[in-house]
């Protein structure tokens, strides 16, 4: 309550009010008291100097001025009132100020005195005004004295404005402390009635308060069934009801949350000064910037790449016509940016989806490379069968030295051309997730003897050893036996083909604590380190005139790679030009 500006404005105005309105009666009052007091004095005069005008009737009308020199005094010590005779032309005979008649006649005369004036012409005259004879100032009465219709003299009697003031004075002393007792009641009881009123509402406030500060649990309660009870009644329903919106705006800024956190695509919504209102974390990972910090900053600011400025602004030009811009280093990430225009009133805002496109567009260069590669691949031997199936046609076929050699070729050619084929339904089905795979308890040993016995002879024919290091009848991974057969064998026969003659190939195996390593190492020509990344990709060939001498699909490593995966493992290759490869397998361990 102390504290309450309210409080005091209203108490302070209802006490300025309250001192005013008793201030004012009071000095309405004393100026009313002063005028009854003058008035009641003045009547006094007037009575008293009536009956002097009687008892001086005889002395008057003989100017028996000895005689009424010591009637008037006699008269004024009985009634405390200065009494004067003066006769019509101003001449004073008898005053009651004096103690001798030789004073009297030493006197001025009085007929400028205004109520002496106004008594001889009028009969009656008063007058308040400063005693030329005394020196105070004076109330006087003057009453005209007529003998048988004809004036005789003047009657006048006067009393010192000190008596009446201090008549008025003992009013105003009574007036004044209960004026003030007045004023200090009405001022506590404008203190309850002020409190009363700021009391509810501090209530209100205090409530309000919490409400704003996100407590919606605020009740507050009046007993009043006055304006301020129906207020806070009215208070109390709103309160319930921001209670409820706002759980619902909770609600569904929670689920637009989650939505923008869970999608895949970038949002970012943008105000008509290009500001940032709202990004989610995929558009933060996309253009590398802190959702959480970039909210109100320029878009400029957070995100210093002109090239998606550019984009956003043909956005803006053409909403809805998607574009796509290259970014980061060397260009390598490609994001695409279709954009919206939202307009309510005179507000405009701009929403932009933002699509990390750049593995789809890795995927259309593969898809188009691998469409080139397998048009390349398969265009080789199907050349050579229709050339020498054309050589036959055309009249070698009766040439005895030459067409079984051109028939050989063309079965050799076919047989490449069903191992090409027969290479991309497999890996077709792997990258598919169509072929099934028996997963199970393999022995290493059992399968690596096998395909180093089906690789011997053409190890021999380049007179390549193959060895084997580690392996062991309790060496087992978790595999599909066929699958892992394929994976060695690809290997083996990579390391053979890329090895030159009198070279070694090496499969060894060791364990650790969950996984099998699996390595074939060669002493071939060795790969160069910026082509390692690309050598498990479909037709890639690292020495392209060296692949087409030795033969093969170009497509070994990468079914290697999907099968390796298929089984929960990872497959990795290291080398040094000159100095040979390393092929890595890692496969759970059985």
């Known amino acids: 309550m102390w504290a309450s500006r309210l409080f005091w404005k209203l108490f302070a105005s209802y006490t300025v009010l309250n001192l005013v309105a008793i201030g004012t009666l009071v000095i309405i009052l004393s100026g009313w008291q002063y005028d009854q007091v003058i008035d009641q004095n003045r009547q006094r005069l007037q009575e008293s100097a009536a009956l002097i005008r009687h008892a001086v009737d005889s002395e008057l009308g003989e100017r028996r001025v000895e005689s009424l020199q010591q009637h008037v005094r006699s008269l004024s010590q009985q009634i405390e009132t200065r009494i004067t005779i003066v006769t019509m032309d101003g001449m004073v005979i008898a005053d009651s100020?004096?103690?001798?008649?030789?004073?009297?006649?030493?006197?001025?005369?009085?007929k400028v005195r205004l109520e002496l004036m106004l008594a001889a012409s009028d009969g009656y005259g008063t007058s308040q005004r400063m005693s030329g004879t005394l020196g105070q100032s004076m109330l006087y009465v003057a009453l005209r004295a007529d003998r048988d219709g004809r004036p005789i003299g003047l009657i006048r009697t006067a009393l010192p404005m000190d008596k009446v003031l201090a008549e008025v004075a003992?009013?105003?002393?009574?007036?004044w402390p209960v004026a003030i007792a007045v004023s200090i009641a009405v001022a506590i009881l404008t203190w309850f009635l002020s409190a009363r009123v700021v009391r509810p509402v501090q209530t209100l406030t205090t409530a309000?308060?919490?409400i704003a500060a996100g407590d919606y649990t605020q009740r507050p309660f009046l007993p009043h069934r006055d304006e301020l009870g129906t207020l806070a009644g009215s208070f109390n329903r709103m309160t319930q009801?921001?209670?409820?919106?706002?759980?619902?705006?909770?609600?569904?800024?929670?689920?637009?949350?989650?939505?923008?956190?869970?999608?895949?695509e970038g949002v970012i919504a943008l105000d008509d000064t290009e500001r940032i209102v709202l990004a989610n974390s995929a558009a933060g990972r996309l253009l590398n910037f802190d959702p959480v910090n970039?909210?109100?900053?320029?878009?400029?600011?957070?995100?210093?790449?002109?090239?998606?400025?550019?984009?956003?602004?043909?956005?803006?030009?053409?909403?809805?016509s998607p574009i796509e811009v290259e970014t980061g280093d060397d260009n390598a990430r490609v994001i695409g940016i279709s954009g919206r225009v939202l307009t309510s009133g005179t507000t405009t805002r701009s929403v932009l989806v933002l699509h990390d496109v750049t593995e789809l567009r890795k995927l259309e260069s593969l898809r188009q490379e691998f469409v080139a590669n397998v048009s390349h691949e398969l265009k080789t031997p199907l050349s050579s069968i229709k050339a020498y199936s054309e050589t036959l046609l055309s009249g070698a076929i009766g040439d005895e030295d030459n067409n079984r050699r051109f028939v050989e070729r063309i079965d050799e050619q076919s047989e490449r051309l069903q191992d090409l084929i027969m290479d991309l339904l497999s890996i077709a089905q792997i990258e598919s997730g169509q072929q099934a795979f028996e997963i199970d308890s393999v022995n290493l040993a059992e399968v690596a003897a096998t395909c180093i016995a089906g690789q011997q002879r053409a190890a021999d024919a380049k007179q390549i050893t193959l060895a084997c290091e580690g392996l062991d009848q309790d060496s087992r991974v978790s595999a599909d036996a066929e699958g892992l057969?394929?994976?060695?064998?690809?290997?083996?026969?990579?390391?053979?083909?890329?090895?030159?003659?009198?070279?070694?190939?090496?499969?060894?195996c060791r364990h650790d604590q969950t996984d099998v390593i699996i390595q074939v190492r060669d002493t071939g020509i060795g790969i160069e380190s910026e082509l390692l990344p690309r050598v498990f990709e479909r037709f890639y060939r690292v020495d392209k005139a060296r692949s087409r001498e030795v033969g093969g699909t170009g497509l070994g490593l990468s079914i290697v790679k999907h099968l390796t995966q298929s089984f929960g493992g990872q497959v990795d290759v290291s080398s040094q030009p000159g100095e040979g490869t390393v092929f890595t397998v890692v496969l759970p361990a059985a």
């Open 485 to 508: 057969r394929q994976i060695l064998n690809n290997l083996i026969d990579n390391a053979i083909k890329y090895t030159p003659d009198g070279g070694t190939v090496t499969l060894t």
């Open 97 to 110: 100020s004096q103690e001798s008649i030789d004073q009297v006649a030493e006197l001025e005369n009085h």
């Open 241 to 264: 009801q921001l209670e409820v919106r706002e759980s619902e705006l909770r609600e569904s800024s929670r689920r637009l949350a989650t939505v923008l956190e869970g999608m895949v």
């Open 170 to 175: 003992t009013v105003q002393r009574l007036v």
């Open 208 to 210: 309000a308060e919490s």
């Open 294 to 320: 970039a909210a109100g900053r320029p878009l400029l600011e957070v995100v210093r790449d002109r090239a998606i400025h550019d984009a956003i602004a043909a956005t803006a030009s053409s909403p809805g």
